[in-house]
């Protein structure tokens, strides 16, 4: 199993950045997928990010060319950069960690992100 914590929410204006960290309790190439997902009051979780254990990374199209997931090998860690928030970026950010052995899917506790106009 894998325990994640996120850190980095908090208040930012419209226009402004935010960098997103989710630190894994155990290696993360033995982690197939980690991702960021988020959700708003009222709506469905949705993915925002995604990276692979080989480094490929796939984002929502709503965030593409302002968000970038990235990660730190050594400190097990993963990142989401975001720029240029807009309002509807407000949401709960949780990331999430797939295993293959056995299947299983793991959450952090979530971390709030606040856009205001």
């Known amino acids: 199993q894998v325990q994640l914590v996120e850190s980095g929410g908090g208040l930012v204006q419209a226009g402004g950045s935010l960098r997103l960290s989710c630190a894994a309790s155990?290696?993360?190439?033995?982690?197939?997928?980690i991702a960021w997902y988020r959700q708003a009051p009222g709506k469905q979780r949705e993915l925002v990010a995604a990276i692979t254990r080989g480094g490929t990374t796939n984002y929502a199209d709503s965030v593409k060319g302002r968000f970038a997931i990235s990660r730190d090998i050594a400190k097990n860690t993963v990142y989401l950069q975001m720029n240029s928030l807009k309002p509807e970026a407000t949401a709960v950010y949780y990331c999430n960690a797939q295993l293959s052995v056995p299947p299983s899917n793991y959450w952090g506790q979530g971390t709030q992100v606040t856009v205001s106009s």
């Open positions: 155990r290696n993360i190439f033995s982690i197939n997928n």
